[in-house]
């Protein structure tokens, strides 16, 4: 049997395997705090359960269009008007399953030999992966610890070149917490001005998810770029959705057809009750948003506190999404020497910085997307692995 060389280029998500070493840990009976995964611990709302479920009951059991339902296209197109101020297309929405199809759909469509993709590191393992599967060069964009971990634009801009097909920026990030501000995005829009060939992945999924004192700005608030950019967002992280399996990516108007072809010879759509309950989630009350916002902004101010009082340990304030990314360079132990010691002695999931790239040497990511209480006890559990009695 002969694989596609392909294949030997195709990486993976960490957090994926660390859950499943961490669930067979528990199978065995070991207590084990998971902080590794990325997934908000509350329940979908209960408006939206239901309308999945009436869905259901009324027959959305077909295929349906492959970019998706016309009327959850106009709720999306609607929802951005409301929360980036910019009037869109619903045509050129595209309905996926999760967020990462709109990516895989991006890379596929401009990564090959000889080309190359820009991409942050540490960033979402999946970029690096698809870039090198796509067989484009996949090159690093360095995102600074001191700036909070936004990048240098003038750094970004002077690694395009005439192979550069595509960037992919992600505000806010993961794994890092990071927002990219309005100043530096102002400067690499302006940059990009000047390399009309580079299209540009915005990956904005959460969007919602920011904290005081930072604010989103969306790439889709520069008009000058409007026309190469592609921006993928989705309901996994904000309403909690990430089992439903729903995204959305929205495209320029002469790529959207290009999309639409990937979706058909692969999901052919994504699932017609999930759709509706997607709907009901944008269109819906939203109070069940803030108040998964305001859980998580509370555990951040806790976690960063607890975290910078670890022997070792630094973590600068992240602003967005629900991940902490302290320095752990003051430890002595690579990343995943910490990683694997916390989940062996100490029963703590978390995700070695390397897991997203070179670049994450030296740092572990923490998901507080769990209870304070597990957070609390993850926390002292780490302190006793550190300074063992
Ligand atoms: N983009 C980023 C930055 C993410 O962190 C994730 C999930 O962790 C995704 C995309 C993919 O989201 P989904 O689970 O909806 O495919």
């Not at 959850?72 to 910019?86: L, W, Y």
């Not at 550069?164 to 829009?189: F, H, Q, S, W």
């Not at 948003?289 to 902004?297: G, I, N, P």
Request: aromatic content about 8%.
């Amino acid at each position: 049997m002969t694989l596609a060389k392909r294949m030997s280029r195709l990486g993976t998500e960490s957090a994926f395997e660390i859950l499943a070493r961490a669930k067979a840990l528990e199978a065995e009976g070991k207590s084990i705090i998971n902080l590794g995964i990325g997934a908000p611990d509350f329940r979908t709302p209960a408006n939206v359960v239901e309308a999945g479920k009436k869905a259901l009951d009324d027959g959305y059991h077909f295929y349906t269009p492959a970019k998706g339902l016309p009327e959850v296209r106009a709720a999306v197109a609607e929802d951005v008007k409301r929360r980036r101020g910019v009037a869109i297309d619903p045509d050129c929405v595209q309905i996926v399953p999760g967020g990462k199809p709109t990516m895989f759909f991006a890379i596929l469509m401009f990564g090959e030999e000889g080309t190359e993709i820009l991409y942050p590191n540490p960033g979402f393992p999946i970029y690096e992966s698809m870039i090198e599967f796509s067989g484009a060069k996949a090159v690093p964009i360095e995102l600074l610890e001191e700036k909070g971990f936004q990048f240098d634009p003038e750094e970004v801009l002077a690694k395009i070149n005439p192979r550069t097909r595509l960037i992919i920026v992600n505000t806010p990030a993961n794994p890092t917490g990071g927002v990219i501000g309005r100043e530096a995005l102002d400067v690499l829009v302006a940059g990009l001005e000047r390399h009309p060939q580079v299209t540009i992945l915005a990956d904005e999924i959460y969007s919602r998810l920011v904290y005081e004192g930072a604010e989103h700005v969306s790439l889709l608030a520069y008009p000058s770029i409007r026309d190469r950019l592609i921006l993928l967002d989705g309901w996994s992280k904000t309403f909690s959705m990430t089992g439903w399996r729903l995204g959305w990516g929205l495209w320029p108007k002469h790529l959207i057809a290009q999309a639409e072809r990937l979706q058909i010879n692969s999901n052919s759509c994504a699932s017609a009750a999930v759709q509706v309950a997607g709907m009901e989630a944008l269109r819906g009350p939203q109070h069940a948003v803030d108040e998964m916002l305001a859980a998580f902004d509370q555990r951040r101010l806790r976690i960063v506190r607890e975290l910078n009082d670890l022997p070792g340990f630094s973590c600068v304030m992240p602003q967005g999404a629900f991940y902490a990314f302290p320095n752990i360079t003051g430890t002595g132990m690579t990343s995943r020497e910490l990683q694997d010691m916390l989940l062996a002695e100490a029963g703590v999931a978390t995700v070695a910085g390397t897991a997203f790239g070179a670049r994450g040497e030296g740092y572990l990511r923490f998901s507080y997307a769990s209870s304070l209480e597990n957070i609390l006890e993850a926390i002292a559990r780490v302190r006793s692995a550190l300074q063992p009695a």
